[in-house]
């Protein structure tokens, strides 16, 4: 079978780099500083599913074109995708390759993974599995789900494949791509302000996201040197809600920040 040619992107200029601490954007937000290690985005599959090779082998194949780089500059402003690259991944299982309709689950809450725009799915992951399946020449259905639902989901049978399930949630009992993003927690404030440091926001009041709550206690003593905490249902809200000065400083991750930022 003639292998299916890479999915061609758009010329793309480099961002500056993404700096890690005390730094203006240009975009109203500064990072202040580093709050936890790091931490990986990964695929999730059924255990033994032919799914996670196939999909595998087009990550490394669309890696090696620069096409998931590419993808990277256009959301996040520089390539965070930690694939290595393949031209010839596909080249020893093409003959296998089933025609399929897959259906991937996807949260919409997780802004700029994963979110609803215009009455459609849009974000990183959405625009990541297109291009994967369609190098592939499979269908593809999205299904909004909560992610920290993902094997729930795929054991019922009503997704194929899970997108953006984080490090602290994988499981023996499933298979999984590549780590595909590597991000990490940081806290960030307006670029306005006069928080230039975690010491800064002592005595403020801090947004999280409620899915985060145990990231943030992972540091009591930061935590009860804070105000108050004000928890938000997504990242977007989070934004908003610093912007508005409901909040002095939000704790995110690094590819959300580095999405807000660009």
Partial sequence: MKKLRPIVCVALCLAMLFPLAGCDFGSGYRVVDEYSGEGSYYIAFRKGDRLQKFVTAAME?????????????????????????DSDALSEIEEEKPERFVTVGIDTTNMPMSYISGGGYA??????????????????????????????????????????????????????????LTSQYVLVARAGSHIRRRSGLKGKTLGVAVVDEDILYQNKKFVDSLGSVIYQTN???????????????ILVTSVVAAYYMK
Avoid: H
Avoid at 63 to 70: C, D, I, P, V
Avoid at 149 to 162: R, Y
Avoid at 241 to 246: F, N, R
């Fill in 123 to 180: 974000g990183f992951d959405v625009e990541l599995i297109t291009f994967i399946c369609g190098y592939l020449g499979w269908g593809i259905n999205f299904y909004p789900i909560n992610i920290a639902d993902a094997q729930i989901e795929l054991n019922a049978g009503n997704i194929d494949i899970a997108m953006a399930v984080p490090e602290a949630d994988l499981s023996s009992d499933f298979d999984y791509s590549p780590a595909y």
């Fill in 235 to 249: 990242t977007d809200g989070l934004f908003q809600a610093l912007m508005k000065g409901e909040v002095d400083g």
């Fill in 61 to 85: 194949e669309l890696a090696a074109s620069n096409t998931l780089r590419n993808l990277s500059i256009t959301w996040f402003g520089e390539n965070l995708v930690n694939i290595r690259g």
